[in-house]
């Protein structure tokens, strides 16, 4: 019953959702007694934090902000009366990393994985009419069987703390909204739409799968909201006729709405805004809607002060107006699925989204964007973990298609950043991850992998699995810097060659290459870490991108500051923003601008 709780909770004729968003209560637990003392039925002595939030950002203490292990979560919730007879759950969009759910002291849930959404039913067991209680035991602790992947390190003094083998801090608890819903028992699961074009018409099929053996009708508005196309039964063909095409820039919706009638009489009814568009690889060309696109835009993060991970929805406008201003047109979720309402947006907007599971950290390392260019290999994949990593993964990849196939902005999923590739142990992994992708898919768009600097044409084991291929590369930061820009330059020009060589006949899309640039920091001449350098350094990436016609796409890294683990490498987090923490922009935010016009 896993796919129902992936439709995104909405309000039509048959259905309720319920916000549960706002102060919960919170308690650290940290000294394990939480199950013993039966915390499950209502905390002994919590505090008050808002939800949707990592719970990090809001505390003083250092102990609590680097806090790792258990932590609870409880807040009382209202079932009305009228919704006796229908199905009742209780929707979370995430529960970073994972969770089990009590409601009124029964477990009625248990869920690994931070980045997606999951739902405790609890139609039988709340009270109707009257309140009732959820309790959430969150976990944040990082191993290397789930991902993203790291370790969780004991201090001398007995606290525990987060290593994580990925260049992002480790945020955590309920960070995206939580809604109480309620639907019919027959109801609408889950559904699928695949677009194609005949002439100036749009040919979509369109799969529905319900609980229940009643009759399905599915109709099609457009955004003047006139029926453009109707059909019934659970599988089948809609012509939408002169079809307008979602596109870059130009959002554009049809609503589909599906009913489940016994005859004149609605069971269930779910609706979603739909972009209709094609995407394709064909030979070093990635099309939209049958027209070669260049992807230019960022890696990004879901990072903002004081909410830390929370999803936020004044930031994530910002966002898109940052975007739209600066002439991007394609983002893609390092390092792990988004909110939901992120692509909602981005389908609104006309952005293209690259959608990647959290399969970050798939190398031994705390530090590997520094060893990255070492030559330095763990043999990640020969460990005794790997086939319990590999279940985790695969849900999670099945758990982030189901959620996001529909989406127009949807145009690849990337299914790891940066896994150790040099190693044939690698392999089969990777034909698992990739095949079970394939299959999933209803679109079948195409896959890829953010690759590791030592993923080289003559190292790399793994790139033929993607359909296009991505590549992180540093050229002028972590390696040749500065001065040596020239060296740099040759070093990059050397390493493109050798895939030109390799005549792969597909495209290439750089999914992250980028200078950690401080706005407060000018110099004349350029100086590493200054304003000017990061200007030059994008120049340089830039001349070498324009002169393959493989090269398909410039995703810098990153759209804005973000936080991460504290150390040497590391100025109170990441700073190869093009825009600031704050949302604000660094002198390359200009240049960039003229350059994607
Ligand atoms: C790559 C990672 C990314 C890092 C980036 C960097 O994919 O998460 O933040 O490099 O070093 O290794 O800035």
Redesign the pocket.
Known sequence: MRTCQMLYPRDTESRRAVSMDGMWKFQLDEKQCGHEEGWKDGLPAPDMIPVPASFQDFYTEKDIREYTGDFWYETDFFVPGEWEGKEVAVRFGCATHRAEVYVNGNRVTVHEGGFLPFSAVVTDIVRYNSYNKVVVLVNNELNVTSIPCGETKVLRNGKKMSKPY???YNYAGLQRPVKLIAYPKEHIEDFSVVHAFKGQDAIVQYCVETTGQHKVILDVYDADRQKVASAAGKEGKLLIPRVHKWNVGDGYLYRFVIRIMDGENLIDEYFEPIGIRTVEIKGKDILLNGEKIYLKGF?KHEDSDIVGRGFNIGVMKRDFECMKWINANCFRT??YPYSEEIYQMADREGILVIDEVAA?GLFKSET???E?STGKQTAFFQEATIPRLLENHLQCVEDMICRDKNHACVIAWSLM??PETTDEAAVPYFRKVFDRAGELDPQKRPRTF?M??NSQPDTCKCYQFSDFLSF?R?YG??VMGGYEISDAEEAFHREMDAWEALDLNKPVVFT?Y?A?TCAAEHKLPSVMWGQEYQIEYLEMCHRVFDSYDFITGELV??FAD?Q?TEGI?RMNG?K?GIFTRDRQPKEAAYYLKERWH
């Open positions: 990925f260049d992002f890696g390092s390092h970050v590997n964007f520094a990255a950043n940066e953010a590791i600097m992180n540093y930061w972590y992250e980028g950690d890294w990153n973000f991460t490498m990441n190869k």
